[in-house]
Every structure is written in structure tokens, then in C-alpha cells.
């Protein structure tokens, strides 16, 4: 099912390997789609509703009777919620939260740089942000969890939720998401879906939704091409693709528990992307047939089997642990699972990746659901440069720079010297102009 790559042998052939060219990757063209939604979110902008309705109509299926979810039906929808989901979604709440508290850690510094000559950074949170919550194949109604809860950790004043309006709940997103807004305090929220909903956070749409500074959450490949269209006008916190998941494991490893880990990622979406790096065959072998036998007995299989043996996916066999290593390294998953001996040791020796799983216990899914961690995670190898969403993604920091004259003096002739050479006059001269007889 899985297609393999093996790199063994190649390096001390004296091959020069490229890992983050050949391990598998999917496709994911977001200039392409950025022509696709610029028309969409310049109609969002100059129609407003009525542009709207058009979309949600074309994309969705139906037109909501509000775009904004009335506060009765975000009310309804936690009345009518399963006693047992509603403790799932309270326990998620509460180690979400306390994950994030820890997150927070000091909001200001002061750095006293010498007699008189302070300057202090001040963490402000963002004052208004749009969150997304997927609603396509899958209702991600703990997206709700793992994006309101850092913002109010932060001290976000104004936060909007939106999601796509779904036919089988007469216009509304999905009761699940609507049940979690309204546990969570959330007011503001909107039926509207795709790109359409980033223009109406970026732009604002006049009696409806006021404009936003920050649009945060997942999203498929048109709302990930309308935050980089539209990225400069408001902050994004990432361009988070489809979601993957790479395990690095060696012969010990358990068979059954990695290919339930395969499948649960493949699961999501045909083109997300599953993948293990090990540097044993007999592994393999055993996943393999493993995936055979869970695949036909999951609920999504046609979905799971064209992720699996997508592109995208694979095993890639390495000589040892330590080229296992540098290829999930270049790889820079989305969520990395270690099954190997001394998880916690190899764990140390990771870069990047969106989110390290350490050990057969601590399942990706655990991670989306109920670890206490962010599920909203970098794609496409950019957690070689990005984290995931927490606290500090919706705060600012500002630095405060406060000198007296005696501490200015000390160092105005060096002000003057460095705006001399930059052929800037017109700096130096504000700072000497201060000290200037008049």
C-alpha cells in the first residue's frame, strides 16, 4: 500500500542524498490558487453580503438565513450536546488552557542599559482577530478549542469564529463547533465558509462583521490562498496545508500502533500524507499487512487507501537511526511520532517538526484532541521555520525605549557618527539639536 524509498547503501556509495527533495510530499500549489480566490475576495469586499450569498450558494450548497449565528442557536446546540462529549470537550478546554497559561510566561521586560537609559519590551495582545474552523470532510469542532482558548489566554478583546455553513443543519456550521463557541464564551460567530470568510474578516462586510487584525486556523488550499492574498492587510498565523504525519521508528517498534497511526492522519483528506522512516524491512512488512487488515475495517477506507498510496505518502528505509534522524529533520513534519528505543533521547535530537510524539503512548490523536498541545501546526517542511499556533501568536511585542538626558548624552556622538555614515544627517541632527544652546 505504502510505496518504498530506500536509501540505504546510498551514501557510503557516495550519493549525496537531498532529503527534503526525495522523501514523499504532496503537491501543494498555492500561486495557482491565489488566482483562483482573487476574484472571490474582491467581490467580498465591494458586494459585501450579497457576494456572500452568491458563494455560499456556489460552494456550499445553501444560503443561511443569518450569516451570523444567532446567540439562541449557539445555545441549542450545547443544550443538545452528548453528556459524554460535552466532558470530552471540557477536559480538552481545561489542559488546552493550562498549556497555554504556561505558554504566556512573562509579558514584560525591562532591560536597564545604563544610568537612566531603560528600554522594556511589552507583550499587547492583538486587539481584534477571525478564527477559522474547517467544516469540510471533517467538522473540526476542536479547532473552536485549540484557537479561542490561547487568544483569551492572551487577552484577545474581540474574537470572531467563522465556519462553512452546512446543508444538514439548515445553513448553520456544524452543532459541535456551535456547542463550543457558546461553552467558551464566544459570541461572534459566522456561517460562512473558504475564501469568502477570509475577504470578510480582511476586508469587514458593512452591517455584518467588522474588520479583523489577525486571521488565524486551518483550512483547505483556497483558504490557505486567500490568507497569503490578503497576508500585509491582516497578520496570519501560518499557510497550513494538508495535514501529515511522519514516524521515525526502528525494529522494536509496534506494528499495529504504527499503522493505526498511518491511517488515523490518512483519514483526514485522499492528499494528506503519511509517512515512516526506519531502518528496518522486517517493519515494513509488518505495517504493510497491518494497514491491510485495519484499513478494510475503518469507516473512511476508499479516503484512507488513496491517501496511503498517494505520492505524498511511503516508507523510506535508511541505514540506521541516525540517517532516520536527518531525514525527519528534512522532512520538518507536521506531527512527528518517535517509535523507537529511547524516544525521549532521540526526541532531543529533533529540529524541526510541528509537534514531537514521544513514544507508542502518545498518539497524534491524542495531540488533536486532548494532549493540552496545539493541533494547528506548520505543513509543506515550513516548521523548519514556524510553530505551531499558541499564546504568543496573538500577541505584539512592543518595545517601550525610555532614556533620561544624561543617559542620551552618553551615547549622542555615537548616534551622530553611525547617521554620518548612513549619509542620514538628518538623524544625528536630532539628537544634537537637544543639546544645542539656544
Not at 35 to 64: K, M, N, T, W
Not at 125 to 147: C, D, F, K, Q, T
Not at 202 to 211: F, I, Q, T
Not at 380 to 397: D, E, M
Amino acid at each position: 500500500m505504502l510505496r518504498l524509498l530506500d536509501l540505504r547503501g546510498r551514501l557510503d556509495a557516495g550519493e549525496t542524498l537531498d532529503y527534503r527533495a526525495i522523501v514523499p510530499r504532496a503537491d501543494f500549489d498555492v500561486d495557482h490558487a491565489v488566482e483562483r480566490v482573487r476574484p472571490i475576495c474582491a467581490a467580498v469586499r465591494h458586494e459585501g453580503i450579497e457576494a456572500l450569498a452568491r458563494y455560499s450558494e456556489q460552494f456550499d450548497g445553501v444560503v443561511p438565513d443569518s450569516f451570523r449565528v444567532p446567540a439562541a442557536a449557539l445555545a441549542a446546540a450545547a443544550d443538545r450536546l452528548d453528556d459524554e462529549l460535552r466532558a470530552a470537550f471540557t477536559v480538552a478546554i481545561e489542559r488546552r488552557r493550562a498549556v497555554s497559561a504556561a505558554e504566556l510566561g512573562e509579558k514584560s521586560v525591562d532591560v536597564t542599559l545604563a544610568a537612566g537609559a531603560v528600554v522594556s519590551q511589552k507583550m499587547i495582545p492583538v486587539e481584534r482577530v477571525g478564527l477559522y474552523v474547517p467544516g469540510g470532510l471533517a467538522p473540526l469542532a476542536s479547532s473552536v478549542i485549540m484557537n479561542v482558548v490561547p487568544a483569551q489566554l492572551a487577552g484577545v478583546s474581540s474574537i470572531a469564529v467563522t465556519s462553512p455553513p452546512q446543508k444538514e443543519f439548515g445553513g448553520l456550521p456544524h452543532p459541535n463547533i456551535l456547542a463550543l463557541c457558546h461553552i467558551l464564551g464566544i459570541e461572534e460567530v459566522y456561517a460562512v465558509g473558504g475564501a469568502q470568510a477570509i475577504a470578510m474578516f480582511a476586508y469587514g462586510v458593512p452591517g455584518l462583521c467588522p474588520a479583523v487584525d489577525l486571521v488565524t486556523g486551518p483550512g483547505n488550499i483556497y483558504v490557505v490562498a486567500a490568507k497569503r492574498l490578503l497576508k500585509g492587510r491582516i497578520g496570519i498565523d501560518s499557510e497550513a496545508g494538508t495535514t501529515e504525519i511522519a514516524i521515525l521508528a526502528d525494529a522494536a517498534a509496534n506494528p499495529v500502533h504504527v499503522a493505526a497511526d498511518l491511517i488515523s492522519q490518512a483519514e483526514h483528506d485522499p492528499a494528506a500524507a503519511s509517512v515512516l522512516v526506519t531502518d528496518s524491512a522486517d517493519l515494513v512488512a509488518r505495517v504493510e499487512t497491518e494497514l491491510e487488515r485495519q484499513v478494510a475495517l475503518t469507516k473512511h477506507v476508499e479516503r484512507v487507501r488513496t491517501a496511503l498510496a498517494g505520492r505524498q505518502s511511503g516508507a523510506v528505509l535508511v541505514d540506521d537511526l541516525d540517517q532516520g534522524v536527518a531525514v525527519v529533520d528534512a522532512y520538518a513534519a507536521e506531527h512527528l511520532e518517535l517509535h523507537t528505543a529511547d524516544a525521549e533521547a532521540v526526541a532531543a535530537r529533533i529540529r524541526n517538526a510541528g509537534a514531537i510524539f514521544i513514544g507508542t503512548w502518545s498518539p497524534v490523536s491524542l495531540g488533536d484532541y486532548l494532549a493540552g498541545s496545539t493541533h494547528v501546526l506548520p505543513t509543506g517542511g515550513c516548521a523548519c521555520h514556524s510553530s505551531g499556533l499558541n499564546v504568543k501568536s496573538f500577541l505584539k511585542a512592543v518595545h517601550l525605549i525610555n532614556y533620561s538626558r544624561e543617559a542620551l548624552a552618553e551615547v549622542a556622538r555615537h548616534v551622530e557618527v553611525f547617521a554620518a555614515a548612513e549619509d542620514l544627517p538628518a538623524h544625528g541632527a536630532a539628537v544634537t539639536v537637544r543639546f544645542e544652546q539656544r
